[in-house]
Nanobody, 125 residues
């Protein structure tokens, strides 16, 4: 089993920045591919970004491309999501997800086996 714990969410004004962290523990070899998803009230969970084990491959949703950056520190077993130029439509609960090796990286929730509990991001206008 892999445990994922997100942190770093909060309230920020439009145009501001936040950095989310996701700490993995347990059998972390089961979470080679890491991703971020988000879910706004009344909406389906949507893909945000994903990263390969070595960090040489990344994938972004069009809605966040150029504003968000995913990275990872395998020594710390932590994945990050740097979010800049935040917009009110970025408001959602953000979830960290982990899964097996994927090439290419996948944007579907079913491609990930492990999920964190989520952290709330609220962007005010």
């Amino acid at each position: 089993q892999v445990q994922l714990v997100e942190s770093g969410g909060g309230l920020v004004q439009a145009g501001g920045s936040l950095r989310l962290s996701c700490a993995a523990s347990g059998r972390t070899f089961g979470a080679v591919t890491m991703g971020w998803f988000r879910q706004a009230p009344g909406k389906e969970r949507e893909f945000v970004s994903a990263i390969s084990w070595s960090g040489d491959r990344t994938l972004y949703a069009d809605s966040v491309k150029g504003r968000f950056t995913i990275s990872r520190d395998n020594v710390k077993n932590t994945v990050y999501l740097q979010m800049n130029s935040l917009k009110p439509e970025d408001t959602a609960v953000y979830y960290c997800a982990g899964g097996p090796y994927r090439n290419p990286l996948r944007a579907l929730p079913r491609s990930y086996d492990y999920w964190g509990q989520g952290t709330q991001v609220t962007v005010s206008s």
